[in-house]
């Protein structure tokens, strides 16, 4: 069975430009989360999709950033425009229930590495 | 407010070592789940346990072993005879029972040295 899968695995782009995000689920969950590790800090929670849905936004850090996930199967993670500040690895797991109706856990995929110069 | 505080940044140990990764977290829940994830040098987040607050009990898997403390608010994680492959960054999350999110320490980064 396939894992999570992102792409880009790595992107560098200036500050001012647009970078979008992949993120490709295991088939079959319809939970959906993105996160992102700044700086070597902590990794922080970003949104949370059920389905299409967009069920917990809370962790998006302002509107320059914008996730979709049209038809319940990948989503995207634009920001636009880029700051310097939003360097760093973000990450997307997904699972088939939520945590707390489960005994599974995330999986999460590799990471893109963004380098906003 | 939910918290998970890895107080070691950075331990090195020489292989056949045991080491000992520490977690402490807080919660107001009574019940939530901790977990423990490796990311090895590919970067991606590899599971390896989920513990549930109503549980207590330790856990072995192999070399790997986990210490869940209740009255200390600890979760830690020992491996046993420690080898070069064990190198990475180890994370220890907490999710409570009404959120979906985790909250993840700011990871530990294990070199194991020949």
């Known amino acids: 069975e396939a894992g999570v899968t992102q792409f880009p695995s790595h992107s560098v782009i200036e500050k001012g430009q647009t970078v979008t995000l992949r993120c490709d689920p295991i088939?079959?969950?319809?939970?959906l989360y993105w996160y992102r590790r700044v700086m070597g800090k902590e990794i922080k929670f970003l949104l949370h999709?059920?389905?299409?849905?967009?069920?917990?936004e809370s962790g998006m850090p302002n509107n320059r950033f914008l996730a979709e996930r049209t038809g319940g199967t990948y989503s995207t993670l634009k920001v636009q425009p880029a700051e310097l500040e939003d360097s760093g690895v973000y990450f997307c797991?997904?699972?088939?229930?939520?945590?707390?109706?489960?005994?599974?856990?995330?999986?999460f995929g590799p990471g893109t590495r963004l380098t906003v110069l | 407010a939910q918290k998970v505080t890895q107080a070691q940044t950075e331990i090195s140990v020489v292989e056949k070592e045991d080491v000992t990764l520490d977690c402490v977290y807080e919660?107001?829940?009574?019940?939530?789940?901790l977990f423990w994830y490796k990311q090895p040098p590919s970067g991606e987040l590899v599971f390896l346990i989920r513990?549930?607050?109503?549980?207590?009990q330790n856990e072995i898997s192999g070399r790997y072993s986990w210490n869940f403390q209740k009255s200390t608010s600890s979760f830690n994680f020992t491996i046993t005879a420690s080898q070069v492959v064990d190198s990475a960054v180890y994370f220890c999350?907490?999710?409570?029972?009404?959120?979906?999110?985790?909250?993840f320490g700011a990871g530990t980064r294990l070199t194991v040295k020949p």
């Open positions: 513990r549930n607050s109503f549980d207590e």
């Open positions: 999709f059920v389905k299409e849905s967009k069920q917990d």
């Open positions: 797991a997904s699972s088939i229930y939520p945590i707390a109706e489960s005994t599974d856990t995330q999986y």
């Open positions: 999350a907490l999710s409570g029972w009404n959120n979906n999110d985790m909250r």
């Open positions: 919660t107001r829940d009574t019940t939530y789940y």
């Open positions: 088939s079959g969950h319809d939970n």
